[in-house]
């Protein structure tokens, strides 16, 4: 994709140039001097489409209009990006079984969407002591995710908390 920088008429400083009429007829290798007075004459401007050839190819066109084409197609360029974003359910190692049950099915809706999804487990006071009842809960979601999502990042422990990342296997959209 052509950058928006595009050099237009006198900016344009290589010594022969290959030019591109506005009807899209190829008029030949000339100097930018001769091909911005083609320009000229038809009230129009010589914008450089392709800087990188040999030699630069240049076109004849309305600049502003060739600006605002350019900005159009990055604008629908970003639209069709996706942004996966990443989710983040916190439990605690005393999670009773219903709500347990209930974050699960957080995850999955996340997942099923196409999200990465960050479980945290996290120890208040004396629960520290307990970081096998955390890691207990952590493989245990991985486990239930495993048929919708695979462990990106393995249980780490920082702090007072300890985490795990799930992306999601096949992304649904």
Known sequence: MASTHARCNRQIRAREVRVIA?????????TPRDAMELAQEKGLDLVEVAPNAV???????????????QQKKQQSARKKQTQVQVKEIKMRPKTDEH????????????????????VTIFFRGRE????????????????????LAK?????????????IVLAPLAIKR
């Open 99 to 118: 709500d347990y049950q209930t974050k699960v099915k957080h995850i999955k809706r996340f997942v099923e969407k196409g999200d990465r999804c960050k």
């Open 128 to 147: 520290i002591v307990h970081k096998d009842r955390g890691l207990m809960i952590l493989d245990r979601v991985a486990e239930d995710m495993k048929d």
């Open 55 to 69: 030699p630069p190819v240049c076109r004849i066109m309305d600049f502003g209009k060739y600006k605002y084409e």
């Open 22 to 30: 506005d009807d899209g007829e190829q008029l030949g290798v000339m």
């Open 151 to 163: 462990v990106e990042q393995v249980a780490k422990s920082e702090g007072r908390t300890m985490y």
